[in-house]
């Protein structure tokens, strides 16, 4: 006798839904999507599910599957236990757009408010100049494949829905490190990371690294590292020195001289006052 396996499949829209058995014949080597597109091509064929790749590296079939978020083409059958429904969900922190598939434009739009890469000007002979430890250390942030685990599994944007206009989340942060640490880079994004898109409020529990299929480290390379240029660049106390020399040394710009036509024998020769 052919065993089975039960998929326990959220479906519905916005307005609401619920979860669904699917009895369905158990295959060795497959991948949850797999069952997923069987459903679609047997009892559910209507069942919506983003996908593209099947191979780890578009990160399009994000969902959950028996809590845990993470890619469906990634998640294998004979790894879950078969005693049990097999439950999938879509993503909880992002808005249900039907089944399994969310609406995750909350990222783009986070992502619009962090100022892009703005290199210094070339060398002379218009080339520039990296060190390798430099280049190396950009590619961990660069492996990110936008699936927004990460994001769904933080616990402020899945658990606080008042923090979530003013919270970028991990892959904001990751993204802010990889261009923060870029030595070719020109902008500061360290105040906007802090007032804007709510740095402080990442208490680094690392659930989002635990979640990531590129094992990008996300907590100790990315967030640690750009906490830490925020607390240099706000409260380190010789910086504060630094900056309150500065402006007490600096001279400001002399006022412009008054028309002609202005000046009168009761007033002086410039803006500032005269001498008695």
């Keep these: 006798m052919t065993a089975e396996v039960t998929m326990r499949v959220w479906r519905g829209e916005p307005a609401g839904g619920a979860f669904v058995d699917y009895a369905v014949p158990a295959v060795d080597g497959e991948v949850v999507l797999d069952v997923v597109h069987r459903l679609q091509a047997g009892p559910a064929p209507d069942l919506a599910c983003r996908w593209n790749c099947k191979a780890g590296k578009c990160g399009s079939c994000s969902a959950e599957v028996n809590g845990t978020p993470c890619l469906l083409c990634m998640t294998r059958m004979d790894e879950l236990p078969r005693a049990e429904p097999v439950v999938v969900a879509p993503m909880r922190t992002f808005p249900i757009i039907r089944d399994l598939v969310t609406d995750v434009s909350f990222n783009y739009e986070m992502a619009r408010r962090l100022p892009p890469f703005a290199p210094r000007p070339p060398e002379a002979n218009g080339a520039y100049r990296m060190a390798s430890i430099d280049v190396a250390r950009g590619q961990e942030y660069r492996r990110c494949i936008e699936c927004f685990l990460c994001q769904d599994v933080c616990h402020v944007l899945?658990?606080?829905?008042?923090?979530?206009?003013?919270?970028?989340?991990?892959?904001?942060?990751?993204?802010?490190?990889?261009?923060?640490?870029?030595?070719?880079?020109?902008?500061?994004?360290?105040?906007l990371v802090r007032d804007q898109l709510g740095l402080g409020l990442c208490n680094i529990t690392k659930c989002c690294t635990e979640v990531c299929p590129e094992h990008i480290t996300i907590t100790d390379n990315a967030i640690i590292p750009l906490k830490e240029r925020v607390v240099d660049a706000a409260y380190d106390p010789v910086a504060w020195l630094g900056r309150r020399i500065r402006r007490r040394t600096r001279r400001p710009d002399p006022s412009p001289l008054p028309a002609a036509d202005d000046r009168s024998p009761d007033k002086p020769a410039s803006g500032v006052a005269g001498r008695q």
Excluded: I, N, Q, V
């Excluded at 990751?174 to 902008?187: F, I, W």
């Design 158 to 191: 899945r658990d606080h829905e008042e923090h979530k206009a003013d919270y970028g989340g991990p892959r904001l942060f990751l993204r802010a490190m990889e261009l923060e640490s870029h030595p070719l880079d020109t902008a500061d994004r360290r105040a």
